[in-house]
């Protein structure tokens, strides 16, 4: 069990600062979508393996005897060949409760076109949101072309992301803070509970922010211990 420390007073100063109506940035490849289960099987086939999403526990897949652009070929079937499969690890209900304190959009990183390692996967992507009514609550998703632009050149307040470099270049923006979304591989994130928040999932994350912006409790099934604490 992870143990999750949130600083209310410091998330409180934060919503504070950043106006009335927040902005926030919310990932899609295994914090909304559960894709690293496709990934791992188109891998496991190629390969002849049987490796299980908890052996995953490196960003660059290397514990796996693979690299990050080894592994892309495999990720792009995933969207392309397989995009129905990809489960929905989300909660619309709670979505839209969140879109009522802050600006929420969907922030992925992949190639726009057909080309480069994770091309092609952008129809099947939309597809894949339309399938489960994600487009009638949120706008359309922002591509972040790995080739341009980063994550942090977008304009957001706060990030809801399972990635650990998101992490790193996060604790040096001012103002901005990551929900991290806690995986196997991104344990090795110092959190401080004050610009990078570990949470259980992204609904995890909707919480706290909604909570924060009304000053009331959003009651869910207790999963995780979680120790609130103040400054």
């Known amino acids: ?113 057909s080309e480069g390692v994770t091309g092609g996967t952008v129809d099947t992507m939309h597809e894949w949101i339309r399938l489960h009514g994600i487009d009638k609550i949120l706008p359309p998703a922002q591509i972040c072309d790995p080739k341009q632009n980063k994550a942090k050149d977008f304009d957001y307040d706060a990030y809801i992301d399972d990635s650990p470099r998101l992490a790193d270049t996060v604790m040096q923006m001012p103002g901005k803070i990551q929900f991290l979304v806690d995986q196997g591989y991104n344990r090795e994130v110092k959190d401080d509970g004050k610009k990078i928040i570990r949470v259980q999932d992204a609904n995890h994350a909707m919480r706290l922010l909604i909570e924060v912006a009304r000053g009331t409790i959003v009651s869910e099934e207790p999963r995780m211990t979680i120790k609130l604490k103040k400054c």
């Open 1 to 113: 069990m992870v143990n999750m420390d949130v600083d209310v007073e410091a998330l409180k100063l934060w919503r504070r600062d950043t106006g009335s109506r927040p902005r926030i940035a919310l990932d899609i490849d295994s914090t909304w979508a559960g894709v690293l289960p496709v990934i791992i099987d188109n891998f496991n086939k190629a390969k002849g393996t049987n490796f299980t999403v908890e052996d995953h526990i490196d960003w660059d897949f290397k514990n796996l005897g693979s690299d990050y652009m080894e592994m892309m070929p495999f990720y792009a079937s995933a969207w392309i060949n397989r995009w129905r499969e990809i489960s929905f690890l989300g909660d619309l209900s709670l979505t839209i409760e969140l879109t009522k304190d802050y600006y929420v959009s969907l922030l992925t990183t992949r190639s726009p076109t």
